[in-house]
C-alpha cells in the first residue's frame, strides 16, 4: 500500500522560506503526476503545484514565481520550496499521488505570521 508522509512545514515570517517533502513508501514513478494542494481554515482545498512523470510543472496563479515543486525519483520524494511567503500562504499543506488511485499525505501546517 502506498503512503505519503508529508513534512517541513511550521512557522515563518512573511517573505521567508520553507521547503516541503513528500516521501512515498512506493517508487513514485507508479503515480501519474504528483502535487501538492493546500487547506485554508473555512476554505476548500485547492491545487498549489503539479508535477507529471514527464516533468512538466503547473502552478496556480497565486503562487507562480514564488513556489517549486521538484522531485527526486531516487530518494520517492516530491519537493515544494516557497520563497517569499505571505500570510495569506497559510494552510495545510497536502501532498497527493495520482496513478489509478488518488493518494494524499496527512496534511503538515504552514504559517505564515505578518
Known amino acids: 500500500q502506498v503512503q505519503l508522509v508529508e513534512s517541513g512545514g511550521g512557522l515563518v515570517q512573511a517573505g521567508g522560506s520553507l521547503r516541503l517533502s513528500c516521501a512515498a513508501s512506493?517508487?513514485?514513478?507508479?503515480?501519474?503526476?504528483m502535487a501538492w494542494y493546500r487547506q485554508a481554515p473555512g476554505k476548500q482545498r485547492g491545487l498549489v503545484a503539479r508535477i507529471t512523470n514527464g516533468g512538466r510543472t503547473e502552478y496556480a496563479d497565486s503562487v507562480k514565481g514564488r513556489f517549486t515543486i521538484s522531485r527526486e525519483n531516487a530518494k520517492n520524494t516530491v519537493y515544494l520550496q516557497m520563497n517569499s511567503l505571505k500570510p495569506e500562504d497559510t494552510a495545510v499543506y497536502y501532498c497527493?499521488?495520482?496513478?489509478?488511485?488518488?493518494?494524499w499525505g496527512q496534511g503538515t501546517q504552514v504559517t505564515v505570521s505578518s
Open positions: 512506493g517508487t513514485i514513478f507508479s503515480f501519474n503526476a
Open positions: 497527493n499521488g495520482v496513478s489509478q488511485l488518488s493518494y
